[in-house]
């Protein structure tokens, strides 16, 4: 069964400074797909990202950058310089290529940053 | 309207009550999801519909019952709810095809108080 720990249930930073949310998964596929969504106080979730299990490339994005590292099962999402308006909560998410069409999200539990002025 | 719309936002229900909870998408998709959202839990796959027809219930139970009339409309109706159903109630939708490859994009959700 696949699963996305964020252990990390609340970080709280200055303006300006740079975040790091962790993600970790677990899966016995070999073909997967990793995501990111942003959920602001409104509630509708944002999506940010996708990457499948064969690019291990990093990613930079303005000021948002993943690191995914497939040997520690890692998926990990660095905000550099952060603003007030980073202030949301952010799940990592996981899919496997399934059976049948749609694809099924299992979600972490998510990390609540606020970023203070 | 734009991307994935729900109605209404907010909803008050006693336990006796039947409502329905609706979703609309407007980008194109061919795949509709339901997803609950309570506090301090993961989000919960409830149901999806891929090309109209349901490939998954999540082993909800069967006071939400859910519908899917057409590739860009999902419904979900609820009847003789309990207090813990209390809860945000996301819909989102995707492109069904390539096995899990495709982003799934969110409604601002339904609030839903069940008293």
């Known amino acids: 069964a696949q699963k996305v720990t964020q252990a990390q249930t609340e970080i709280s930073v200055v303006e300006k400074e740079d975040v790091t949310l962790d993600c970790v998964y677990e899966t016995r596929d070999t073909t997967y797909y990793l995501f990111w969504y942003k959920q602001p106080p409104s509630g509708e979730l944002v999506f940010l990202i996708r990457r499948n299990s064969f690019d291990e490339q990093n990613e930079i994005s303005g000021r948002y950058s993943w690191n995914f590292q497939k040997s520690t099962s890692s998926f990990n999402f660095t905000i550099t310089a952060s603003q007030v308006v980073d202030s949301a909560v952010y799940f990592c998410?996981?899919?496997?290529?399934?059976?049948?069409?749609?694809?099924?999200?299992?979600f972490g539990e998510g990390t609540q940053l606020t970023v203070n002025p | 309207e734009t991307g994935v719309t729900q109605t209404p936002r907010h909803l008050v229900m006693g336990m006796t009550n039947k409502k329905s909870l609706k979703c609309e998408q407007h980008?194109?998709?061919?795949?509709m999801y339901w997803y609950k959202q309570s506090a301090k839990k993961p989000l919960e796959l409830m149901f999806v519909?891929?090309?109209?027809?349901?490939?998954e219930n999540n082993s909800v139970p069967s006071r939400f019952s859910p519908e899917c009339p057409n590739s860009s409309h999902l419904f979900l109706h609820l009847h003789t709810l309990q207090p813990e159903d209390s809860a945000l109630y996301l819909c989102?939708?995707?492109?069904?095809?390539?096995?899990?490859?495709?982003?799934?994009?969110f409604g601002p959700g339904t609030r839903l108080t069940v008293t």
């Open positions: 980008l194109g998709h061919n795949a």
């Open positions: 989102a939708s995707s492109q069904a095809f390539d096995f899990g490859l495709y982003e799934q994009y």
């Open positions: 519909y891929s090309l109209e027809e349901r490939v």
């Open positions: 998410a996981l899919s496997e290529a399934a059976e049948t069409s749609g694809s099924r999200l299992t």
